[in-house]
């Protein structure tokens, strides 16, 4: 099917019907069960999904980078009815797609918005969101304007305390591009945040040993004011997100404090290049 990026295109699982990925441009963009809204098949979205469970009961308020087919903010609305979702992608005809093949919230639960992802994120109020996600491809890897410190200091920015970004990195070994991005993350969120807990790498194991390309997911978290801080774990360093993640069919390791520093060892943030 034409979209304004492409093509994209909905293949149907042969052995469970029900489950269908959407390729945009010939690549998996994402996978949804058309009557399960809480599946989540993508390994790095389910270990999303495990550091969500550790945030605050109740709904949320959810920025997507990158909507294309909307598991995610469907997995949300799923587990979390009520949240207030938006879902911004530059193909316009796309997001029209997704809304008649699949059954989405509708709004105000999951608005969908046809936009640059930066400029949607500079665009957005100080402190409006819960969770931040940055999913958003050309090809392989993610667009410049989007990986450096520029764009780290605006999710910050949009972030509650206490807020999450989650970021979805795919890396080739020697994985230098996730190494820059945890250090700008670091820079971006405080230079004590791979101290508190509020900083963490996730991946499967052969991946964080360099064997092969494929996804880490980066999580960061907007630090609290320090009276709220003070009688606050730390999200990151609960016991059950490791559990979790272990538990997955595709088991995930999980970094933070002086592991997620070494994982970036001495490694430079990205720089955000300039507007074109």
Request: proline share 10%; aromatic share 4%.
């Amino acid at each position: 099917m034409p979209i304004d990026t492409g093509t994209a295109e909905v293949v149907r699982d042969p052995d469970f019907p029900q489950r269908v990925t959407l390729h945009v441009n010939g690549v998996p963009s994402s996978g949804l069960d058309l009557t399960d809204p809480g599946f989540l098949d993508f390994e790095y979205m389910q270990q999303m999904a495990a550091v969500l469970a550790l945030l605050p009961p109740g709904p949320l308020r959810v920025l997507h980078l990158g909507a294309a087919g909307s598991a995610l903010a469907r997995h949300v609305e799923h587990e979390r009815p009520g949240s207030r979702q938006l879902g911004v992608d530059l193909d316009a005809r796309l997001l029209e797609l997704v809304r008649e093949w699949f059954d989405l919230p509708r709004s105000p639960l999951l608005r969908l918005r046809a936009d640059d992802a930066a400029r949607a994120l500079a665009g957005a109020r100080d402190e409006s969101w819960d969770v931040v996600v940055r999913d958003v491809f050309a090809g392989d890897s993610t667009p410049a304007h989007l990986v450096g410190t520029g764009f780290a200091e605006q999710a910050r920015r949009v972030l509650r305390p206490g807020g999450v970004l989650l970021v979805n990195c795919a890396d080739r070994p020697p994985l230098a591009t996730a190494r820059r991005e945890v250090a700008g993350l670091a820079q971006a969120f405080g230079p004590d945040a791979t101290a508190q807990g509020r900083l963490a790498v996730v991946a499967e194991p052969a991946i964080l040993k360099g064997r092969r390309y494929g996804n880490l997911v980066l999580a960061a978290v907007r630090p609290l004011p320090d009276d709220e801080a003070a009688d606050s774990p730390a999200l990151l360093r609960d016991p059950a997100l490791g559990r979790a993640l272990r538990s997955l069919a595709v088991p995930a390791t999980l970094l933070i404090d002086e592991d997620a520093a070494a994982f970036a060892g001495t490694a430079a943030p990205l720089p955000t290049p300039p507007p074109t």
